[in-house]
Each structure stands twice: as C-alpha cells, then as structure tokens.
C-alpha cells in the first residue's frame, strides 16, 4: 500500500485526537541498533526511542533470542490463571531492584493500567478518593488517571472518579515559583503542600503520585531532595508517596536507577512500563507489601505478566544490568547536557536544556522572551527529520524538543545527534527571528 494511501486510511478510520508526529507521518518498517527506516528506505538516528520504549535499541539479539524461544515452546499466552516461571522469577528482580521493603509486585500490559493499579490500591487502603498530584504531570489515558494529569492538552475528562488536588513540583521553568534557588523552591513547595493540604482536603488523602522526571510534560526536572521533602509532609498524615516511574526506570537518568532516586527517598510504591519490555507490552507496580495486599476483591490482568512479555523483559533486565547502560546514559547524557547548551543565540529561541542522563528536555521560546513557541518546536522537530535524526516533542505548550534515545547510544551517535540539533536550533533561531 502507497504511504499516502496508508496515511488517508489512517485518517478515515482511526480517532483525529490520536497523535502523529510531522507534517508527513512516518510509517518505520525496520530498525537496527539506534536507527530505523521508514517505508521509503530512508534511515533515521532515532533520539526518541519510540517514546523510551526501546531501551536497548532495535534488533538486539540476545532479546529476539529469548523471545524466539519463547516462541517456539508454542506458548504465548494462556491467562495469567496459571503459574508462570517467567513472571515470578522477574517479579522478584523488580521487587529487589526496588528497595522497598516486603515489595510485591503486579504486572500489567502498559503505564496507564500500571497507575490505575496503583490508584486503585491506594484508595483501597486509605478509605478515600483524593489524590494529589503534580501541575504539568501525565499519567496515562484512562479514567482514573486522565483525571489526575495535571496537563489540558492530555488531559480531557470534566468528570473525573477522583478528586484531586495539583501541587507544584515539575515545572519550574514557568509559573510563580520561577527563578528560586533549589532551597527556596522546594520550601516554597512544601509550604504549598502544607496549605493544600489543609484547605482542600481533611488530610484524609489516598496518595500522591508524582514522576520524578515529568516526561509528557517535556521532560521537567525539579531540584533533587524535592520529594523527600513532600514525603516528610505526607508522612505526617500516612499519606503513600507512588513515583511513576514509566519514564524514569530502568537507568535512564543516569544517576539512579530509579527516577525517585535523586530525591533520597524510597516510595511506598512505584509504577512502572516503556522500556522494561524493549519495545514488547508490559508494565506494573511494585509496592510495600500491606499496600499491594489491601485490596478484598479478587482482580486479574488478563495479559500482565504473559510469558513473552515477561521473558522480552528478562532479556532487558539482564542486557541493561549486564552492560551497565545507567552509566552508558549517564556519560553520553551530559556530553549531550553539554553540547546542547551551547545551542542557539542568548536571544534566541532556547529557553532552557534540562534534564538527566538520556531525558533531556529543550524549552523553545519566542525569541528574546519566555513566551513558549510550539512553532519553534514545531520547526526544529521538521529540521531534525529533514537531516535524518528523529526526536520527541512535548511540553505542556508544545514547546519542547524531548531526546531519549536509546541507552545503548555511543559516543560517535551523541555526536551526529547534537551536531543535527545544533544546526535545527540555528536555523530556526535564523528563521524566527
Ligand atoms: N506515566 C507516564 C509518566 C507516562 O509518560 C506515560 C506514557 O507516556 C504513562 C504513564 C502511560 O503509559 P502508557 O502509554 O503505556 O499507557
């Protein structure tokens, strides 16, 4: 089928309000180590990673190996009704690698049913159904978790089952807290925390749930030690602190192998999804064992959990610990930190670069101003493409230009990325203004 065809029947029979990215939609039909190819045959250096999905990279044979085997035992799924080596063993991997105490975990098929999960035993536990959570977060696209993200543009649901209140937290680069040093911003959050605490809710809350890097929101990053001070707070009224690690797991901001990490503060549960798979289905949550264990009801995730998923992500696991990828991201992250913050004129159409490890986040403005410009995003997305290297856009305002490519990225790939990003940045700075 011609692409233009493909793209006109796209249209005709899949929602409007599912996204695509570029003026001319790719359809990528293979992949190789950082890069795939589209149906043309064209090869693009992939910095995004099919949003983070593909931790490791494309074709790498030790996970086609295992899934293969998987295969050929002729068992892909029969319910997760049965015993299933594969998951407990990987569930006992998750829980160690959590360090939280007497963890149990629950596998589901994505990050949203992960946070729906996690939402569901919280308000179990707590006999309630207020949740706080983060202004700019996003937590998935179903009921529960659509009415908590803290994000219009992802989040459309007027009727939400819960009721929440949004704290700050993610988004520093806008909003009134703009320009505190990282002591004074994260009191002014607690302060805030407090206060919201006491006039909107009774302390009565089921949870607070927060990602430690805002991915969706473009890649926000607060002040490290921030959610150790929440959880100081939150303590005070047994509230659970979750950390969505959907983003943030397995190694990829470099310093930590969870997100939550950098905030010296173990949470009471996390979710988790995207590249713990390398790009097969499968998410969860893994949480104190009283926690996990409150709900009276009997559930069931009909595929979380399955022997190929679970096998695709023993395959991960034992790739990502076994050729130390945090550090992999850690080092080619701040070459990138770096070079990128070079980019662009001081009144150009940079705002900011942030980010950790391989989460980096570049903030577009008007040029000169701090007024965001998804035009700018927009063009440097287009740019990029145009010069063979794919990245993320994102951002509460569109504005941001988001890099996560895989964490097996090299030092010869963080080169040619940067150097394709540099040269977008210019010629959008040259363009605008
Ligand atoms: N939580 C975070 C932080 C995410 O970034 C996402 C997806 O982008 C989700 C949850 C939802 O995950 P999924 O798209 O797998 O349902």
């Not at 190789?32 to 099919?50: I, P």
């Not at 929440?230 to 509230?239: D, R």
């Amino acid at each position: 089928m011609p692409h233009d065809e493909l793209l006109h029947r796209h249209r005709a029979v899949m929602p409007g309000w599912l996204s695509l990215y570029y003026d001319e939609p790719i359809e990528i039909t293979g992949g190789h180590g950082r890069h795939v190819t589209d149906g043309t045959g064209r090869t693009y250096l992939d910095f995004f990673a099919g949003i983070l999905t593909n931790a490791i990279g494309y074709d790498i044979g030790e996970i086609s190996e295992a899934i293969r085997s998987q295969l050929d035992t002729g068992v892909v799924h029969t319910s997760t009704l049965y015993l299933i080596r594969r998951q407990v063993e990987l569930a006992e991997r998750i829980a160690e690698l959590s360090g939280i105490d007497d963890a149990k975990v629950f596998f589901t098929s994505s990050g949203t049913e992960a946070n729906e999960a996690a939402l569901l035993l919280a308000t179990q536990y707590r006999r309630s159904n207020q949740v706080l959570a983060l202004r700019n977060s996003y937590h998935g696209r179903a009921f529960a978790t659509t009415g908590i993200t803290g994000n219009r543009g992802w989040s459309p649901s007027a009727l939400s089952p819960l009721q929440v209140s949004y704290v700050h937290g993610g988004y520093r680069y806008r909003g009134p807290l703009r320009g505190l040093s990282d002591a004074d911003y994260i009191r002014a959050c607690t302060e805030d925390l407090r206060e919201v605490l006491a006039t909107t809710t009774a302390g009565d809350v089921a949870c607070m749930i927060a990602e430690p890097i805002q991915g969706v929101g473009g890649f926000a990053t607060p002040p490290d030690g921030l959610f150790a001070a929440y959880a100081e707070v939150l303590g005070e009224y047994g509230i659970p602190f979750i950390s969505d690690e959907v983003q943030t797991g397995w190694g990829r901001t470099g310093e930590h192998f969870w997100g939550i990490g950098a905030h010296g503060l173990t949470p009471d549960a996390m979710t988790f999804a995207k590249g713990l798979g390398n790009g097969l289905a499968i998410g969860g949550v893994v949480a104190r064992g009283e926690l996990m264990d409150c709900l009276t009801a009997n559930s069931i995730s009909t595929f979380g959990g399955n022997p190929l998923s679970t096998t695709a992500a023993t395959a991960t696991l034992d790739y990502l610990l076994s050729h130390d990828l945090q550090a992999n991201a850690a080092e080619r992250g701040a070459f990138l930190l770096r070079r990128l913050r070079e980019a662009g004129r001081p009144d150009g159409v940079v705002g900011e670069v942030r980010g950790k490890g391989l989460m980096i986040g570049i903030e577009l403005v008007e040029p000169g101003t701090t007024e965001p410009s998804p035009r700018a995003a927009t063009a440097v997305l287009e740019a990029t493409r145009a010069a063979g290297l794919l990245v993320g856009k994102g951002g509460l305002h569109g504005n941001v230009i988001r890099l996560a490519p895989p964490m097996t990225l090299t030092a010869d790939e963080a080169t040619e990325g940067s150097r394709i990003l540099l040269d977008a940045i210019a010629t959008t700075d040259k363009e605008l203004t």
